[in-house]
C-alpha cells in the first residue's frame, strides 16, 4: 500500500521560501513519477511540477517554472518541492502525488494521479 506523507507547509510572507517534503512508502518507487499539485479556496486542482524517480528532468507548470524546484533523494524515500520567490496566488493547499505510469502526459500532470498524499497548507501573506 502506497503512503505519501507531506510536511512543510506553513505561512510565509511574500518573497519568502518555504520547503515541502514528501516521504514515500509501502513499495519500490524505481519507475513511478512523483509530483505535486495544489489546490486552492475555490479554484481547481493545478498541477505543479512532476519528476521520474530514476531519471531525468522534471517537468514545472508555467505559473511556477523558474520558482520552484523538485528534487529526489532516492535514499530516503523522499521528494522535496522548494518553493522561492512566493506569490500571494501560491496560497494553496499542496498535495504530494505518485503514479506508476511513466510517460509524458502523466509528466505534465495530465492524468488522474493514482496516489495521493493528505495535503500541507502553504500560506503566502502580502
Known amino acids: 500500500q502506497v503512503r505519501l506523507v507531506e510536511s512543510g507547509g506553513g505561512l510565509v510572507q511574500a518573497g519568502g521560501s518555504l520547503r515541502l517534503s514528501c516521504a514515500a512508502s509501502g513499495r519500490t518507487f524505481s519507475n513511478y513519477v512523483m509530483g505535486w499539485f495544489r489546490q486552492a479556496p475555490g479554484k481547481e486542482r493545478e498541477f505543479v511540477a512532476a519528476i521520474r524517480w530514476s531519471s531525468g528532468s522534471p517537468y514545472y507548470a508555467d505559473s511556477v517554472k523558474g520558482r520552484f524546484t523538485i528534487s529526489r533523494d532516492n535514499a530516503k524515500k523522499t521528494v522535496y518541492l522548494q518553493m522561492n520567490s512566493l506569490k500571494s496566488e501560491d496560497t494553496a493547499v499542496y498535495y504530494c502525488?505518485?503514479?506508476?505510469?511513466?510517460?509524458?502526459?502523466?509528466?505534465?500532470?495530465?492524468?488522474?494521479?493514482?496516489?495521493w498524499g493528505q495535503g500541507t497548507q502553504v500560506t503566502v501573506s502580502s
Open positions: 502525488v505518485a503514479d506508476s505510469r511513466s510517460t509524458a502526459a502523466t509528466m505534465r500532470g495530465l492524468v488522474e494521479y493514482e496516489y
